[in-house]
């Protein structure tokens, strides 16, 4: 089993979210121990965000970019291929004002990719990236699960629809920033909720 853990937080060390996905990855390693694990932590280096320059290499044909177009594709290139070898996606993912990370969406637009990782049919889009199992460990200083603030879950369910993963499990760590005991109590629960989402 092939896993990519991808960390979006900005903090590098102090990272809840980063130590959840990490404690995810521990749990399913603890099943099958045989399983490689792929690392790509955002938050120490970040991918550059979809500027002209960048949508410009990409949509310029391959033998035809220049030495800096062809190393802005590559950079790209290097994530697709990440995910396309995986089997599963673990993923770390603070709320950052009500939604995901600008680090987490420059990863999203640079696997997004036409006829690579999605494709158009006369049936409408179909994802590429199939079979493979997505577990997304969520952390917020507030309460949000399950209301219509919650703009992460809906937005992460239909990007990895769309891109073929279906499969795809949330544990919430929610209510950091409302005191060291509702911070403790939260961190515990999503312990208790990553068992029941490997399990499942
Ligand atoms: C820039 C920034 C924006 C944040 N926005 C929100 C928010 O909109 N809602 C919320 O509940 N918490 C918000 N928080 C709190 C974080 O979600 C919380 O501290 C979480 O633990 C951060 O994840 P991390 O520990 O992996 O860095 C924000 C934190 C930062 C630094």
Redesign the pocket.
Known sequence: MNILQINS???LD??????LATSIVDRLRAAQPESTLTIRDLGRTPHPELDEAALQALFSPAELRTPQQAERVALDDALIAEIQAADVVVL?V?????GVPSALKNWIDAIARAKVTFTYTDKGPVGLLTNKKVYVAL??????RNTPADTQVPYLKTIFSFLGMTDVRFVY??G??MGPEAEQKALASAQSQIEDAVLA
């Open positions: 937080s900005a903090r102090a990272s809840h979210s980063s130590r770390g603070p709320m950052y004002n009500f952390t917020r200083g507030g309460l949000y760590a929610e950091l920033a």
